[in-house]
């Protein structure tokens, strides 16, 4: 693989189990490059060996006064210095292809796990790691690929000439062939230590840049509280602690270089002290004297690589480590060998409208179906709380936890956390599956039953889209059947268009989505900002930071009502926008994915009050199921999240039903007249 081939047609499938062995599986992909570097090395360490020997040449025929071999040794010196050269040259191109292929078909492996799990990446590894992992240890992946291959040749080369030196001058090269392994693995007993002290400094630098992250994320807000300062103190210890961990790897590194240095030295003032004993001794010449404290003296060269592949493995060993963390994650558990058919007969959990509320009773679903060709006019269901949304209709979801609400949009839209959890896992279901206070507010027997056989599973049951679990779908289809918008969704930087340019059916036109969410405002604000007073060409900043939070949401609103999915799911869409806004955002919503699944996670009154259907998640499943005011007034729970009731309040609401008046009924009436004539 070249550099102008990139990037890969297929990055191809790590073996993410372990950092040596994504480290190990890398290199097994990228053996052709290696071994070109691997010769290029060669050629070039062992002319650089071959020196001592052609210098050695050269000064024995001065001394014999032979202006024949003086020649010969000059022109083999000159073909060396071409070799060194050459293989110079090449194994500094090959090796950093090496590198910068290795680098790339890495962050391919880590784009394409991204872009698999989605939001549910953050919040299975934190973000600063996220940063560090498609950054800095991309490049200390790469260096350890580039840094094998030379250290492969000059291993080589050491050994080579180790051997050479023991058959050229058994005397004098004995002592080299036994000094040289000493000095190569001199310093192993300290690199556990140095590794260590590595390893922590990165771990600190790791916290740093997620507090950063997390900061720079969260100025808007920080400014807003005053919050800067106690920000600023927190990463300036960070950074401090960054500081005195790289001060004490530091010292490692350089002892080890410093023994790197000593030991050499100590070895060829060995070889002279002996060598010139053999000399006067006239045991060696004065020609086999140079050559060999020449080749002690150039063996210092392929022998600080031992110390390069030693500090590249120990900084690239932990970065391949969170690597693989990363690409070892999974959206789903999927199916061997793709989506398989699935039968929908007559009976169990899958069979007609009333199990799953889908009408596809009696059908066979092919590969077709699975792979998101015909799941239109199916109903969106959660076995895990029981919460059903009808086909075509608007249902709004309460949660008295707004952590909760997130984990559920999350797993509306394929994306279930690992295990089961507890705060997930219904309580309290009866035996027939049903729960609640009775008649309407209950979810049907056999819903109950599903939920009831799913969570006997190590992991909870995939929500279930027109009777066909999310995870049996390829991620293209799930992701084209049902859409989530987070409660803080991303704006890309581009310009608007670019931002509503997005994979859609096309029955909702950019202009239709932008006034159905209200975009006016912000729309006279970009045009402002546009150089032709075209607002569909103005430029939006990283993470939309220029724009007010509502206008953030109504823009992101607009993407998402623009991709026309089969069903969408929104997590709070409307929570920075004020109460007239929200109301016309609330028809509009009503309107434009008529006859569409939609389900919204709010507490908004505006928002409940215009709902087909309202479902209310208390602890994890549903308890109750109506229309919004209805809920208001028979479930005192949903009341009080509804209307922000305090507990006095819940109280006198109490008394003044037990008794039939009072003013426990009253207050609330005028609450709705006041939401409606504000509506």
Known sequence: MQISDLPYPDPGVPDARSGPRFLLWLGRNQLGGQLKSLAWGMLHFTSVAGLPFGVGLAVQAVVDGSGARLASAAGLIAVLGVAIAVGDTMLHRTAVTNWITAAARVQQLLARRTAALGAALTRRVAAGEVVAVSTGDVEKIGWFVEALSRFAAAALTVVLVCVGLAVYQPALGGVVAIGMPVLALAVLPLLPRATRRADHQREQAGKATELASDTVAGLRVLRGIGGEELFLDRYRRASQEVRRAAVRSARMWSLISAIQVLLPGLLLIVVVWYGVHLAREGRITVGELVTVYSAVMILNYPLRHFEEIAMAYSFSRPSAQRAAKVLALRRVTEPEGGPRERSVSGDGPAAGRDATGTGLAGRHLSGADLSGGDLSGGDLYDPVTGLLAPAGLLTAVVCGDPDLAGRLADRLGGHPPDAVDEADTPAGTDADGQHGEGGKHRESGKHGEAREAGTKASAPPSVLLGGVPLDELSLDAARTAVLVQDKDPVLLSGTLAEL??????????????????????????????????????????????????????????????????????????????????????????????????????????????????????????????????????????YRAVVTRETDEEAAAAGIGSATGSGPGREPRSGIEIDIEETA
Do not use: K, Y
């Open 500 to 637: 509503l340019d997005v994979p859609s059916s096309g029955a909702v036109t950019p202009e239709a989505a932008l006034a159905a969410a209200q975009c006016g405002d912000v729309l006279d604000a970009l045009a402002q900002a546009s150089l032709d007073d075209d607002p569909m060409n103005a430029r939006i900043t990283e993470r939309g930071r220029s724009l007010s939070g509502g206008q953030r949401q109504r823009l992101a609103l607009a993407r998402s009502l623009v991709a026309d999915p089969e069903a969408l799911v929104l997590d709070e869409p409307t929570s920075a926008v004020d109460s007239h806004t929200e109301a016309r955002v609330a028809e509009s919503l009503r309107a434009v994915r008529g006859g569409r699944t939609t389900v919204v996670l709010t507490s908004s009154p505006l928002l409940l009050d215009r709902a087909d259907r309202v479902a209310f998640v208390h602890e994890g499943e549903v308890v109750a199921v109506g229309e919004h005011r209805e809920l208001v007034r028979t479930e005192p729970r």
